[in-house]
């Protein structure tokens, strides 16, 4: 039996760079002065922060230490549900990484920035390709700006129409930053509730669909991690009253060439560059949630667009209809070329052998934990499944609970709490880059843990006991952070 990565050995305490280092001491070397000394006119700079004085080494092993206190997707699994942590490969960090493309800038006039720009044109229509969709714009730097982008397209749309509805109807099983795009557009959220099977009911859609509604939010695969079966009957319902489909494809991982949103009437839709293809989410880095739209829709995309013309790529702002800018320049090009790379090296057969084991995965966990924590909907999951603490609730034992011990196994805590339809949640995304010796020793751990809440309930309430620190005060945290260390 192979040993949980958990551990709390080498794990060093490190003070703040203020409580280190020495009068004196440098970290650089310069030639000797041979110029008169000049002290700094203090009425000009201020008196200013008093820098600690360190070394070089002082410096390295203050970061390296701060880094190994982090857990990355590089340092073990991390199965935090609609955030897709997968591995993402190498190859694309170094390609991103190269001279041309890490020295350019974007406000290099279009002709000497082919490379980029033709980069950017062929991902564009790759994500159309993947998506069923006709056109897209490259520029929202995540997915809920994507969001925000498609609804501000469906505005746009009524708009040209002479039309000014007011609602969007969104499911509760669709993902948290849904409805708050569609405020943030000026839209009241209308939920829907889903049915008794986790899915959306074209009946339920019907009884809210009206004329002063501007069209429907979908998540699929939705929160629970259930695919929405029912979305072709569902945009004939929205369609016929005039409105439009959105599609939410963050989480585009369990579906790449397997269902084409386009295809069964998705009218406009974003993806997460930064989960999908080859960028982690979360973390704070940049990230990139391209807008696609179909035909339609088209020349109310953000400007500038990338348009082919002789032989050259160009940008053109040359489309009346348009939203306008969402971002500076053309969004976070780096992410483009990451994903662009991982295209490229996966090719449409390895797009779905990851979609597949993707689904296998998370599947293969959902029926080997199914008996010893709640499954609150027994059927086939997509890339995510969702279980809960209602087994465990009998020992006054929480989700919260179980997945601070994870942490002393070795493990980034699943995503908790949601979707808010399933008290308790814990929803555990294992992505397609993990191995089964992997998968088993997760699914082991969450046995184990599973029977100490039975036999040794404190060990949980208290956990984590490993990591460096323990249990936090979280609204504290998050209402008066300690940011000086
Ligand atoms: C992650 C996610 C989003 C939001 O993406 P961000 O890049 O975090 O803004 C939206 N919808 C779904 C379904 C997601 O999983």
Redesign the pocket.
Known sequence: MMEFPGASGLIMNEPLLWEKGSAGRCGFSLPRRDVPFSPVDEALTGAGPDFPDLSEGDVVRHYTRLSQWNFCVDSGLYPLG???MKYSPKISEKQVGRRGFASSHPMIPALLSQGILRIMYELERTLCEITGMDAASLQPA??????LAGMLIIHAFHRSNGEKRTKILVPDT?????PASAALCGYIPVPVPSGVNGILSPDAVASLMDEDTAGIMI?NPN?LGLFENNVAAIAGIIHARGGLVYG????MNALMGIVKPGEVGVDVM?L?L??TFAAP??GGGP?S?PVCVKKHLADFLPVPRIVMEGGKYLLSENFPGTIGKVHAFHGNVGVMIKAYCYIRLMGPEGLKRASEIAVLNANYVKEMLKNVYHLPYEQICMHECVLSDKNQNEYKISTLDIVKRLMDYGYHPPTVYFPLVVPGAIMIEPTETESKEELDLFITAMKSIAREAKEAPYILREAPHRTKVKRLDETRAARRPCLAG
């Not at 995540?142 to 969001?147: D, K």
């Not at 939410?248 to 989480?251: E, P, V």
């Open positions: 609609s955030c897709t995540a997915g809920a700006q994507g969001e669709a993902h948290g930053t849904n998540t929160t939410d494809g963050a989480n974003h997460n930064h989960k989410h979360g990230g949630g």
